[in-house]
T-cell receptor, first 110, second 114 residues
Framework: SQQGEEDPQALSIQEGENATMNCSYKTSINNLQWYRQNSGRGLVHLILIRSNEREKHSGRLRVTLDTSKKSSSLLITASRAADTASYFCATDGRGNQFYFGTGTSLTVIP | DSGVTQTPKHLITATGQRVTLRCSPRSGDLSVYWYQQSLDQGLQFLIQYYNGEERAKGNILERFSAQQFPDLHSELNLSSLELGDSALYFC?????????????FGPGTRLTVL
């Protein structure tokens, strides 16, 4: 089964608003990464947070990690129409495997 | 443009057939990963190669096989194709093999099995 699950499955907001999506995972991890995918395209790496970090920023992105709750959140501030995409969390897991979550589909309305 | 190339872009074939998907990693990257993305299964990790050797194995069916060649390009072979194999197949590459490596994804190959 999937290691990570994003919540919500879909999110629709107005341009300029903040978007928050969450990721929960099942087993202990070394790091957690967030990726973005435009419709039908390859994934693009956004940010990596290590298991000993609690928060990380990159431009308009803010990622938090709570290993005690096995969860992470991705906040996109001041959203733009170009942020419309699906967002996935990815974790390392057992046996050197990589697990991607089910994704959150974000729509930013101009 | 991630620097990862995949061919072909689209592939339409019939059940029972065999196809080969090709991936060229970014210059300097030693790891290649294969993923399958379908509507019902999401993005599934299939297999990883590092410098020619199999490094990690995910949910790869026995009908599927992969290899990485000395020039570091990789091929994913899918045989005895079934309707359920229809999906987007992504290749990704990274410099190293570890958990902290950023993976750079190719544009994908869309496989349709009729």
């Amino acid at each position: 089964s999937q290691q990570g699950e994003e919540d919500p499955q879909a999110l629709s907001i107005q341009e300029g608003e903040n978007a928050t999506m969450n990721c929960s995972y099942k087993t202990s991890i070394n790091n957690l990464q967030w990726y973005r995918q435009n419709s039908g395209r390859g994934l693009v790496h956004l940010i990596l947070i290590r298991s000993n970090e609690r928060e990380k920023h990159s431009g308009r992105l803010r990622v938090t990690l709570d290993t005690s709750k096995k969860s992470s959140s991705l906040l996109i501030t001041a959203s733009r129409a170009a942020d419309t995409a699906s967002y996935f969390c990815a974790t390392d897991g057992r046996g050197n495997q990589f697990y991607f979550g089910t994704g959150t589909s974000l729509t930013v309305i101009p | 443009d991630s620097g990862v190339t995949q061919t072909p872009k689209h592939l339409i074939t019939a059940t029972g057939q065999r196809v080969t998907l090709r991936c060229s990693p970014r210059s300097g990257d030693l790891s290649v990963y294969w993923y399958q993305q379908s509507l019902d299964q999401g993005l599934q990790f299939l297999i990883q190669y590092y410098n020619g050797e199999e490094r990690a194995k995910g949910n790869i069916l026995e009908r599927f096989s992969a290899q990485q060649f000395p020039d570091l390009h990789s091929e994913l072979n899918l045989s005895s194709l079934e309707l359920g194999d229809s999906a987007l197949y992504f290749c990704a590459s990274s410099v190293g093999w570890g958990y902290t490596d950023t993976q750079y994804f190719g544009p994908g190959t869309r496989l349709t099995v009729l």
